[in-house]
């Protein structure tokens, strides 16, 4: 069974820094790209930044220079550094395995909260 979890959310103030985790398990996805998503209250589910398997990353306008994508294959895991924070980043963060259709497993998600 394949279960990814997410972890490292928190509440931190405006300029700071989190890190978060999507370990995998039940399966190898070191050929599959991994996306982190995100969700605000009210708004839809929105791609935050993806690393393929040869590590080409792709972030959304927005996060651009304040958060890195990376992938330790060997661990089965993906990370989201996320660095001058603001509170428009406030939003339960998702990772996704992704396919050729598009996302096929979903973590839990873990809630990153920005105050002013």
């Known amino acids: 069974q394949v279960q990814l979890v997410e972890s490292g959310g928190g509440l931190v103030q405006a300029g700071g820094s989190l890190r978060l985790s999507c370990a995998a398990s039940?399966?190898?996805?070191?050929?599959?790209?991994m996306t982190w998503y995100r969700q605000a209250p009210g708004k839809e589910r929105d791609m935050v930044a993806s690393?393929?398997?040869?590590?080409?990353?792709n972030y959304v306008d927005s996060v651009k220079g304040r958060f890195t994508i990376s992938r330790d294959k060997a661990k089965n895991t993906v990370y989201l550094q996320m660095n001058s924070l603001k509170p428009v980043d406030t939003a339960v963060y998702y990772c996704?395995?992704?396919?050729?259709?598009?996302?096929?497993?979903w973590g839990q998600g873990t809630q990153v909260t920005v105050s002013s």
């Open positions: 996704a395995v992704m396919t050729l259709m598009g996302p096929r497993y």
């Open positions: 039940g399966s190898r996805f070191s050929l599959n790209t």
């Open positions: 690393i393929s398997s040869s590590g080409t990353t």
